[in-house]
């Protein structure tokens, strides 16, 4: 699958509203309303706010990702071009071009796969006919630079520490090259040394081929690392946004609250 960048943007989401639907054909709740964001291409957007703000849920729609009951309900959003609106036949190339660590990650790993397995899986679901050797080094050289042991590839993820669970996560996320990563609580779990490893990782990609990244969380220092610009969402409504978590413009019904960055 070819790689596309003739989008002007990385990501564009204009007047987005998300909702939840209810099972079995219950009423919707909006969980995003009416959210403009723009993330260049090889820049960093971090999207901050408390629990319950919907920002997971907008993360989760923005990467595609198989999140039962999200659907958008107004507005649009563009990752690379491609609408996750009418995704339709484009979802695979949406999930191709961005690489999705979501809320947990580490703790829902595939139980029956070896890390292997789990790193190696963008690939191997999308090329039967993979030379396994070569998606084995591949997978190795993730784990080597993410500062996790190279022995583990033949673990399972029960066998693992959360951090680590985590970074496998991330590593499974980076097999593609994305042009587009989008993450959620990144550094959950991770130590110093990790979470080091983790950054640089961003840095290497952001630098080397101008990956995107789109990061959900209240990690002001990561925040800082990345030179991100912030976007601030409460009860899915936009109150803030600017560049650093400490230079802020608070919209008018906002308030510059610190409990608004609390988990």
Not at 195 to 202: D, E, T, Y
Not at 221 to 226: D, I, S
Request: proline share 3%.
């Amino acid at each position: 699958m070819s790689r596309r960048r003739d989008a002007d943007v990385a990501l564009r989401c204009t007047d987005l509203s998300i909702a939840r639907v209810g099972s079995r054909g219950g009423a919707s709740a909006r969980v995003i309303d009416g959210v403009d964001a723009v993330l260049p291409h090889g820049r960093t957007l971090a999207v901050l706010g408390p629990t319950g703000s919907g920002k997971s849920s907008l993360a989760a729609v923005l990467a595609g990702a198989d999140e039962l009951g999200l659907a958008v309900v107004g507005g649009s959003a563009q990752v690379e071009g491609v609408d996750v609106r009418r995704a339709g036949r484009a979802h695979r190339l949406l999930t191709y071009l961005t690489g999705y660590v979501g809320q947990g990650a580490g703790a829902v790993l595939p139980a029956r796969l070896t890390v292997e397995e789990v790193v190696g899986s963008p690939v191997a679901s999308r090329d039967r006919r993979v030379n396994k050797h070569a998606l084995a080094v591949r997978v190795a050289t993730l784990l080597d630079e993410l500062k996790l042991p190279l022995g583990i590839s033949v673990q399972y993820p029960y066998e693992l520490s959360a951090g680590m669970r985590q970074r496998v996560a991330f590593a499974r996320a980076l097999m593609l090259q994305p042009q587009v990563l989008i993450a959620d609580d990144l550094f959950a779990g991770l130590d110093v040394q990790a979470r080091g490893a983790v950054l640089a990782a961003i840095v290497r990609r952001r630098d080397g081929y101008g990956m995107s990244t789109l990061l959900v969380g209240n990690d002001r220092a990561a925040v800082r690392a990345l030179d991100a610009a912030v976007l601030v969402v409460r009860s899915g409504h936009v109150v803030a946004t600017g560049h650093d978590a400490d230079d802020l413009l608070w919209t008018p019904g906002g308030e510059a609250d610190r409990s608004v960055f609390a988990s």
